[in-house]
Protein backbone atom coordinates (compact mmCIF):
# COMPACT_ATOMS: atom_id res chain seq x y z
CA UNK A 1 0.00 0.00 0.00
CA UNK A 2 1.52 3.70 -1.16
CA UNK A 3 2.24 5.96 1.68
CA UNK A 4 2.63 9.53 1.99
CA UNK A 5 3.04 10.55 6.08
CA UNK A 6 3.81 14.57 6.43
CA UNK A 7 5.32 15.97 9.71
CA UNK A 8 6.73 19.23 11.00
CA UNK A 9 3.11 21.06 11.54
CA UNK A 10 2.71 22.64 15.23
CA UNK A 11 1.77 25.99 16.54
CA UNK A 12 3.53 29.31 15.87
CA UNK A 13 3.30 32.50 16.55
CA UNK A 14 2.29 35.29 13.32
CA UNK A 15 5.23 35.68 11.46
CA UNK A 16 7.14 32.64 12.39
CA UNK A 17 8.18 29.78 10.33
CA UNK A 18 7.85 25.98 9.99
CA UNK A 19 9.17 23.53 7.30
CA UNK A 20 6.84 20.60 6.42
CA UNK A 21 8.29 17.05 5.35
CA UNK A 22 6.34 14.39 2.91
CA UNK A 23 8.15 10.95 3.19
CA UNK A 24 6.55 8.51 0.53
CA UNK A 25 6.26 4.63 -0.25
CA UNK A 26 6.43 5.76 -3.79
CA UNK A 27 9.37 3.13 -5.64
CA UNK A 28 9.08 5.37 -8.60
CA UNK A 29 8.86 9.01 -6.79
CA UNK A 30 10.65 10.75 -9.11
CA UNK A 31 8.23 10.51 -11.99
CA UNK A 32 5.39 12.07 -9.63
CA UNK A 33 4.27 15.81 -9.36
CA UNK A 34 3.95 16.31 -6.21
CA UNK A 35 1.78 18.92 -4.03
CA UNK A 36 0.45 20.19 -1.18
CA UNK A 37 -2.78 20.90 -0.17
CA UNK A 38 -4.39 22.55 2.66
CA UNK A 39 -7.94 22.53 4.42
CA UNK A 40 -9.52 24.75 7.01
CA UNK A 41 -12.57 24.10 8.92
CA UNK A 42 -15.35 24.84 6.57
CA UNK A 43 -13.65 25.37 3.43
CA UNK A 44 -12.54 23.27 0.36
CA UNK A 45 -9.12 21.62 0.35
CA UNK A 46 -7.10 24.04 -1.93
CA UNK A 47 -3.69 23.92 -3.45
CA UNK A 48 -0.55 25.75 -2.03
CA UNK A 49 1.99 24.80 -4.32
CA UNK A 50 3.37 21.87 -6.65
CA UNK A 51 6.47 20.67 -7.88
CA UNK A 52 7.19 18.70 -11.29
CA UNK A 53 8.90 15.42 -11.39
CA UNK A 54 12.27 16.62 -12.64
CA UNK A 55 12.03 19.54 -10.23
CA UNK A 56 12.67 21.87 -12.67
CA UNK A 57 8.94 23.57 -12.95
CA UNK A 58 7.01 24.82 -9.41
CA UNK A 59 3.59 26.49 -8.90
CA UNK A 60 2.46 28.59 -5.80
CA UNK A 61 -1.22 29.78 -4.76
CA UNK A 62 -0.85 33.79 -4.97
CA UNK A 63 -1.34 34.06 -1.32
CA UNK A 64 1.25 32.18 -0.20
CA UNK A 65 4.15 33.14 -3.24
CA UNK A 66 7.43 34.96 -1.92
CA UNK A 67 6.22 33.19 1.50
CA UNK A 68 6.16 29.37 0.57
CA UNK A 69 8.77 27.15 -0.94
CA UNK A 70 8.50 23.83 -2.26
CA UNK A 71 11.33 21.76 -3.05
CA UNK A 72 11.92 17.92 -3.36
CA UNK A 73 15.01 15.50 -2.80
CA UNK A 74 13.92 12.18 -5.10
CA UNK A 75 16.76 10.20 -3.63
CA UNK A 76 14.71 10.65 -0.45
CA UNK A 77 11.47 10.11 -1.28
CA UNK A 78 10.95 13.42 0.07
CA UNK A 79 8.87 16.67 -0.65
CA UNK A 80 9.43 19.70 1.34
CA UNK A 81 7.13 23.17 2.42
CA UNK A 82 9.01 26.04 3.89
CA UNK A 83 6.53 28.28 4.95
CA UNK A 84 8.11 31.49 6.47
CA UNK A 85 6.58 34.70 7.82
CA UNK A 86 3.09 32.63 8.38
CA UNK A 87 -0.12 34.23 8.80
CA UNK A 88 -3.19 33.40 10.89
CA UNK A 89 -5.00 32.70 7.68
CA UNK A 90 -2.25 29.77 6.45
CA UNK A 91 -4.08 28.07 9.74
CA UNK A 92 -5.11 24.57 8.17
CA UNK A 93 -4.25 21.22 7.61
CA UNK A 94 -1.60 19.83 5.48
CA UNK A 95 -1.59 17.23 2.91
CA UNK A 96 1.22 15.66 0.70
CA UNK A 97 -0.23 14.14 -2.54
CA UNK A 98 1.09 12.71 -5.61
CA UNK A 99 0.25 12.82 -8.98
CA UNK A 100 1.87 10.47 -12.04
CA UNK A 101 -0.75 12.88 -14.43
CA UNK A 102 0.66 16.30 -12.79
CA UNK A 103 -1.43 19.10 -12.51
CA UNK A 104 -2.83 21.69 -10.44
CA UNK A 105 -5.91 20.27 -9.98
CA UNK A 106 -6.40 17.81 -6.78
CA UNK A 107 -9.16 15.64 -8.72
CA UNK A 108 -5.37 14.35 -10.50
CA UNK A 109 -3.56 13.19 -7.78
CA UNK A 110 -3.75 9.98 -6.97
CA UNK A 111 -2.13 9.67 -3.37
CA UNK A 112 -2.90 11.18 0.16
CA UNK A 113 -1.31 11.93 3.24
CA UNK A 114 -3.13 11.73 6.40
CA UNK A 115 -2.40 15.68 7.10
CA UNK A 116 -0.31 17.29 9.75
CA UNK A 117 -2.27 20.51 11.48
CA UNK A 118 -0.90 24.09 11.12
CA UNK A 119 -1.94 26.66 13.44
CA UNK A 120 -0.59 30.15 13.33
CA UNK A 121 -1.92 32.54 16.16
CA UNK A 122 -1.89 36.34 16.09
Known amino acids: QVQLVESGGGLVQAGGSLRLSCTTS????????MGWFRQAPGKERELVAFIGWSGGSTYYEDSVKGRFTISRDNAKNTVYLQMNSLKPEDTAVYYC???????????????WGQGTQVTVSS
Open 26 to 33: LRTFSIYT
Open 97 to 111: AASYSGSRYKDDYDY
